[in-house]
């Protein structure tokens, strides 16, 4: 059964970096099913991730914010951080409220790395 789950992860990544925003959705959705917060495959899509972060299309980026929420465990959210603040002061308030929602979702880790 485990090598099964990291198969479909590890193929769920693959549909995750087209650049279809159909294949991206099912790549994230079926990833957020299957991992754990911090599983090794879930490291698979840190690039994907940055790079829809980085996008110009707001769906991307929501994709990519809500993936975060769900994938993401205290190792890899530092990655993330910079950015995530970034967009809490994005134009469209969809993007905003993502944001939000993702800082407040590791809100533990995200205090660790911002302190003042």
Not at 48 to 59: E, I, M
């Amino acid at each position: 059964k485990q090598w099964y789950q990291r198969r479909v992860a590890i193929t769920a990544g693959k549909f995750a970096q087209q650049s279809s925003l159909f294949y991206k959705r099912v790549g994230y959705l079926v990833s957020s099913l299957l991992l754990n917060p911090g599983r090794e495959e879930s490291l698979l899509l840190c690039c994907s991730l940055q790079k829809d972060l980085a996008s110009d299309s707001v769906v991307e980026q929501s994709m990519a914010l809500t993936a975060i929420c769900q994938l993401m465990g205290k190792d890899t959210i530092s990655a993330f951080l910079p950015t995530i603040i970034k967009k809490l002061s994005h134009p469209k308030e969809i993007i905003r409220k993502k944001a939000v929602v993702s800082t407040q979702s590791r809100s533990r880790y995200f205090f660790l790395f911002c302190k003042v």
